[in-house]
Each structure stands twice: as C-alpha cells, then as structure tokens.
C-alpha cells in the first residue's frame, strides 16, 4: 500500500509530465504523496493505472503502428510528418523517432517478439536516426534539420513489394486521420479498462508528454469536438480495410457515439 511509480518522460529535466502510477494495492495517502512529490518538482502529475505503456507510451505505440502502414500504404516521411506539424505538433513521428534513436524501439520490439517492416529494415541497414545522420531521414554533419532521402523511398516501396501492399497516393487530411484515430480509439480502451482515469488525464499526458498541440485540447476532447459517430465509421472502414480487427471500434466508442454522447460526457 506505501507502493506506487513515477513515470519521467525524457529528457527529464525539460518535460513536464510525470504519470503516477498506482499499484492493486496503493494506498489513497501514498498515491496524493506522490503527486505532491511531483507538483514540488515542477511537474504535472497525473495519475495512471498499471498496465503496458501505462496511458502515453500505449498510445504513441498505436500512432507508430498507424504510421509505419502509411509508408507502405503510399506516405513518405516527410508527408506525415508535414501532415502532423500542420495540426499543430512541434515535430512529426519520423523525425522524433530519429531522435530519439530508432535502436532503441528496435531492440524493444525484438524482445517482444513484433515486428515493424520499414523501420526494421532501416536498423539493419545502420540507419539508427540523428545519431548516426541517416533515419527515416538523412542528416548532414553537425547538422538536425531532417531530410528526405531517396534511399528511404527505395527501402519502402522495396518492402511494400515484397509484401503485396498497393501503394497510392495519400492526402494529408487520409494521413492526419490515419494516424490520430487508432490513438483516440486506443484512449477508449484505456478510459474503460480504468488505466485512465478521466477523458481529461489523457488530454494533460498528450500535451504535456508529447507535444499535442494544446489549442486543440488533447486527444479526447478533440474527438469530441469532431465527432463520434464519423470517427467511429472512419476507424470501422479503415479495419476493414486492412483487414486489422485491432482498428475496430473500442466499445465504448460505440455506445457513446450510439448515445450520442462525448467523452467529456464521462468527467460528470
């Protein structure tokens, strides 16, 4: 019961957010000790359950699965990123995955046993992002600025040959949705497994954890915002489509969007 976690987000010393993470058994006074431990080191705090990623990493493991099938499905790197920038982001998933370093998501998808075509083929190549100046982007010395890379193209339709995937042209607004609608649709499932507590937590850890912009106020509340139902169709044709029960809608998605009700409708 004295038991809980403090989950920083890198680098540190910058980022704000700090998910608290109760355990079965953590005690109400040891759960408000932390965030008190957390708002005295000038952080946000928010409070998260147990479970893989805890609520940001669960997502933003949906956003990179979203994304890697967009280049093979016809997107280049710089398309999705151009496309996230646009919204509101202060930098897309491919350059932030070179930056961070594509090793590192490498070496823990092979200790999971999951795969990720394009991105594999890109580490065993040596491209292990900013670090070694060739990524999904390439770098030139000294420099951070990303750019796009033939070689990168050739790497992915290479692979979409090998895997039978069609590409075709994708727009930004195909590109914004593909990548924004598994993660609210992951926030669903989060929200009703009560890793999450509130449609609000969500909101504060995409903000604060990982760039959200926030006039467009997180993840949850811009469902809301766009609506339900249409984001229900859209993820039900898209599992469909690729034929990946994983995409279907979460089932509170459905009842809510039945009901004609919002996330924000479950803070009350």
Excluded at 19 to 44: F, N
Aim: aromatic share 8%; net charge positive.
């Amino acid at each position: 019961e004295s038991v809980l976690g403090l989950h920083f987000f890198s680098p540190a010393n910058v980022m704000k957010l700090v998910e608290v993470v109760r355990g079965a058994k953590t005690a109400l006074p040891a759960l408000a000790s932390g965030m008190a431990l957390a708002r005295k080191l000038g952080k946000v705090p928010v409070p998260v359950g147990v479970g893989f990623g805890f609520v940001g990493n669960r997502m933003l493991e949906q956003r990179s699965r979203a994304a890697e099938r967009l280049l093979l499905d016809g997107a280049l790197p710089q398309e999705v990123d151009a496309a996230l920038v646009a919204f509101g982001f202060p930098m897309g998933p491919f350059a932030a995955s070179d930056l961070a370093g594509l090793d590192v998501s490498w070496r823990g998808r092979k200790a999971r046993g999951v795969t990720a075509p394009i991105a594999d083929a890109l580490c065993e190549a040596g491209r292990f992002g900013q670090k070694t100046r060739a990524g999904f982007f390439r770098y030139a010395p000294g420099e951070r600025t990303p750019l796009p890379d033939p070689e990168v193209e050739r790497i992915i339709t290479a692979t979409a040959e090998r895997l039978g995937v069609r590409r075709r042209k994708l727009t930004a607004e195909d590109i914004l949705a593909r990548i924004l609608d598994p993660m609210i649709n992951e926030g669903a499932r989060i929200l009703a497994e009560g890793i999450a507590l509130r449609p609000g937590d969500i909101d504060v850890i995409w903000i604060y954890g990982y760039g959200w912009p926030a006039h467009r106020g997180g993840p949850m509340f811009y469902a809301d915002q766009t609506g339900l139902p249409a984001l229900r169709d859209r993820l039900a044709a898209l599992a469909q489509a690729l034929d990946d029960p994983r995409l279907e809608p979460a089932p509170l998605l459905l009842r809510l969007a039945a009901e004609g009700r919002g996330f924000g409708d479950l803070s009350s």
